[in-house]
């Protein structure tokens, strides 16, 4: 007899069945949590640049410096900033659309498993001019820009008035 017989055997001796269908679905029930428990889908974007070495911010938040690789949970668009001393700074979007095992119905099968999905983004940045400022064309603009700011609700100018006033009127001091 075999030593896999001989546990099996051994099992059986003292109660144990294990093709009864209430072990069955327990072992059936045991390996899906195992299963279940084991993977998760791991989302990963590396973003480049040229040059290297220009700071990240992905969505407002810096990551760090080119080139680097980040964790993301939501597929959809992603607002990266990159900037660099020397370079203009690029502000664009960068749509991730989601593998189709990601999309619904599938993706509640697909999530358990131990998958990984590996994106990439590269940018280019241009040089920054050393052509000095036009001095009309900054004027002109100096000149919106004080104009929006002064007919805006809120950069409009304080009043000087106190927020509460008194409920009653001050005690008069008495010097002694």
């Not at 001796?13 to 327990?26: A, I, K, N, Q, W």
């Not at 700011?149 to 927020?163: D, G, H, K, M």
Request: net charge neutral; hydrophobic share 35%; aromatic share 8%.
């Amino acid at each position: 007899m075999s030593c896999r017989h001989f546990r099996l055997d051994m099992l059986r001796s003292r109660g144990f069945d294990l093709y009864c269908p209430p072990m069955r679905r327990s072992i059936a029930f045991l390996m899906l949590a195992i299963l279940c428990a084991s993977g998760c889908v791991q989302r990963h974007i590396t973003i480049t640049s040229e040059p290297e070495g220009a700071l990240v911010y992905l969505n407002n938040n810096e990551i760090g410096r080119t080139p680097i690789t980040t964790d993301f949970t939501y597929y959809g668009n992603f607002d990266v900033q990159l900037r660099k001393e020397g370079y203009e700074t690029l502000k664009t979007h960068k749509w991730v659309v989601a593998p189709i095992w990601q999309w619904v119905p599938l993706d509640l099968l697909v999530e358990p498993l131990p998958l990984t999905d590996e994106r990439t983004a590269s940018f280019h940045l241009e040089p920054a001019s050393d052509a000095p400022a036009d001095g009309p064309t900054m004027l002109t603009r100096a000149a919106e820009m004080r104009g929006r700011l002064e007919s805006s609700r809120i950069t409009r100018s304080v009043t000087t008035q106190p927020a509460t006033q008194p409920t009653h009127a001050p005690r008069p001091t008495t010097a002694q």
